[in-house]
């Protein structure tokens, strides 16, 4: 079916009403201590639970009867057809003429024959899929694959890029406590040369099974390490005399150390894996929307299948409960509202991700592809330019690192930088510090960054702490800087599911309110191609130098007289 062209939100009498509303605001003057003061019940109406998160919304700059604008530009940009388009396969990534099913990649079984795509039980293919890894991770994890010298697998080592790394090592960090099997991970992604030298440091070819992911397989990146990858592990059973040399002992090496994740099962076979140890997905997958598909596997080598399912069921929990709870009270929906609201009212240029807790140090990182290469975009899904600003930036740095670095920046500088903060009741590493308990005092920090974001600190609360004149305007902190509390019980498999979906489904009510399209990545292409065509004139093509720039002519002269 035909997808429509994107409904100009901006042109919308609920887009107006949100714009007088902020000018009515900004006319009463916005203070939050006042909004507390005003109304007993704001936190009770600014509260929420999704799955097992729970969502403090009073802390942004919103009034309760806010959420009901939120609502109704969610209806007049029609999210919920949307919605349901997204959800049923149709091609909605106009650009490349592809469904976008990622949600049909955490459905249960028991869905197999409700949803057919383009001929095909998606959900059916879901499950024999994941049946496949879970056989053969089972295998790796028990001992029963091994190495080609017969020595069980001790490190996975999955090589890949952008959607193809970032999920998997922010999970494989953010589940560690979790790792069962004896079996730890580590994640080449970048083609400097030094992070595969240095990831493959201290392992032993002989217990290391590498993983390559890629959805195209036609990586540069990700191609070039596997390669380096391969001959790392040839020469280094060779060198010790774990095989000798002939062909026939080296393929089987390659076939018992590697594996391999991709859409292109032919390009996986030209690399020499064989495609039975090869594991598939779909072009209806985005890379970045891709973790919790075969892309996946490194991580249920190290957590198991039981593990990855809790995972899934994390994700289809958010999912159910954004396409079915009505808009009115939504915190999903609320949460991309609220990112919209900031952006084109508000002008927030950049948005902050801060886990307090260490486990998701690179929960920010993953965001950052997941948000800004889904809606950094200045054209909509019909090609004409986009009506409003679009895509924030993105970034973090787990609490309370972030505390004594950027912070400062957030509490008193000029502009405004709405924040997520992160949070889980329990620690799988209790601590004392003395009677104090260790997580404690961490939460303290959580719950007391945001209570000095949203009210601040007056001249005279200053004052009274006898501090002198001159000092006085230094020490004020304003107030009514927004943040977003979610807060959990436990990380574990199954939340961290849901903080994904959490994220995605934002990303998407952004995405519609713009009229983007959120699924493909056009502006990483251009790079790519002139990648191709000046990596000749480094060395020593001169016509390929010729044929450049002034400054990538001027640069490759400086690198050519210091190369040594
Ligand atoms: O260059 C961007 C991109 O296409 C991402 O969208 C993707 O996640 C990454 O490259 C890796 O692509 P692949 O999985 O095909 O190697």
């Given at each position: 079916m035909a997808i429509n062209p994107p409904i100009d939100?901006?042109?919308?009498p609920e887009w107006a009403a949100l714009q007088q509303h902020y000018l009515d605001m900004q006319n009463e003057g916005i203070s939050l201590k006042q909004w507390f003061a005003d109304d007993p019940e704001r936190v009770e109406k600014l509260s929420f639970d999704a799955a097992d998160l729970h969502f403090d919304l009073s802390k942004d700059l919103i009034k309760p009867e806010t959420l009901k604008l939120f609502a109704d530009l969610a209806k007049a940009v029609k999210l919920d057809e949307r919605t349901k388009q997204m959800y049923s396969g149709e091609h909605i990534n106009v650009t490349e003429d592809r469904a976008v099913l990622h949600t049909a990649l955490r459905r249960p079984a028991s869905d197999e024959g409700k949803l057919i795509v383009d001929g095909q039980d998606v959900v059916k293919d879901v499950r024999e899929v994941l049946e496949k890894i879970y056989t053969f991770a089972r295998k790796v994890r028990s001992g029963e694959w091994r190495g080609v010298t017969g020595k069980k697998i001790q490190t996975v080592v999955n090589i890949g890029i952008g959607g193809s790394d970032l999920g998997p090592v922010m999970v494989y960090e953010a589940l560690?406590?979790?790792?069962?099997?004896g079996i730890s991970a580590r994640y080449v992604s970048n083609i400097d040369p030094n992070d595969i030298a240095e990831k493959l440091r201290g392992l032993d070819p002989e217990t290391t099974l590498f993983i390559v992911v890629s959805k195209t397989f036609t990586t540069l990146e990700t191609l070039t390490n596997a390669r380096e990858a391969r001959t790392w592990l040839l020469d280094g059973l060779r060198s010790s005399g774990?095989?000798?040399?002939s062909e026939e002992k080296r393929a089987e090496a390659v076939s018992k150390h590697f594996v391999a994740v991709s859409t292109n099962l032919k390009g996986v076979e030209e690399f020499g894996i064989d495609p039975a140890n090869a594991f598939g997905f779909w072009n209806w997958v985005g890379g970045r929307y891709s973790v919790d598909s075969a892309v996946g596997t490194s991580l249920v080598v190290v957590f198991g299948p039981e593990r990855f399912e809790e995972f899934l069921s994390g994700f289809h929990a958010i999912d159910e409960y954004f396409a079915n709870t009505p808009f009115e009270e939504n915190v999903v929906e609320f949460m991309g509202m609220l990112n919209v609201w900031y952006r084109n009212f508000f002008k927030a240029a950049s948005h902050a991700v801060l886990p307090y807790d260490q486990y998701l140090h690179r929960f920010p990182a993953y965001l950052q592809q997941l948000t800004m290469e889904s809606n950094g975009k200045s054209v909509r899904w019909d090609g004409s330019p986009v009506t409003t600003e679009t895509g924030e930036i993105f970034w973090g740095e787990p609490g309370t690192n972030g505390q004594h670095a950027f912070y400062q920046l957030i509490h008193q500088g000029t502009q405004i930088i709405p924040a997520d903060f992160i949070a889980f009741a329990n620690t799988p590493n209790p601590a004392k510090d003395g009677d104090q308990d260790v997580h404690e005092l961490f939460l303290g920090n959580y719950l007391a960054q945001t209570k000095a974001l949203a009210f601040g600190k007056t001249a005279e609360e200053v004052r009274a702490e006898g501090t002198s004149e001159a000092i006085v305007p230094a020490r004020i902190f304003t107030g009514n800087r927004p943040t977003t509390s979610i807060f959990g019980d436990t990380l574990n498999a199954k939340t961290l599911g849901e903080l994904i979906a959490l994220y995605e489904h934002i990303v998407f009510t952004q995405g519609t309110v713009w009229g983007i399209d959120s699924f493909d990545q056009w502006g990483v292409e251009l790079g790519k191609q002139l990648a191709r065509q000046i990596t000749p004139a480094i060395s020593q093509d001169d016509e390929a130098l010729a044929a450049q720039d002034a400054s990538t002519q001027s640069l490759i002269r400086y690198y050519r007289a210091h190369r040594h």
């Open positions: 939100a901006t042109t919308t560690k406590p979790y790792a069962d099997a774990a095989i000798d040399g």
